[in-house]
């Protein structure tokens, strides 16, 4: 169902939010989780919850910025540079 929208705020949007794909916003990350007889769910209960994330204007552009943690590979800040895309 596709309602109209009359709120001054949008730029008549008929949906609530729209699919970025990673080749629009350039975010290309994955968290993989490798188990091991010692880094397993058994001695790690939270190793599914993924390690996290934040967001925030690091570069002080008033463009709000992710980094993303990885469980096991490399940390990523990814910059915001507007209209929804993204460079590391």
Sequence with gaps: MTRKNTSKYTDNATTLYSKITP???KILFK???IET???NF???PYIYTG???AIGDIDNDG???IYLVSNF???KLFKN???LTFDL
């Design 81 to 83: 540079k507007g209209y």
């Design 42 to 44: 058994l001695n790690y």
């Design 37 to 39: 007889m010692e880094f």
């Design 51 to 53: 390690a996290g994330v």
């Design 63 to 65: 463009l709000q910025d």
């Design 23 to 25: 080749e629009q916003s």
């Design 73 to 75: 590979g490399p940390n």
């Design 31 to 33: 968290n993989t989780v």
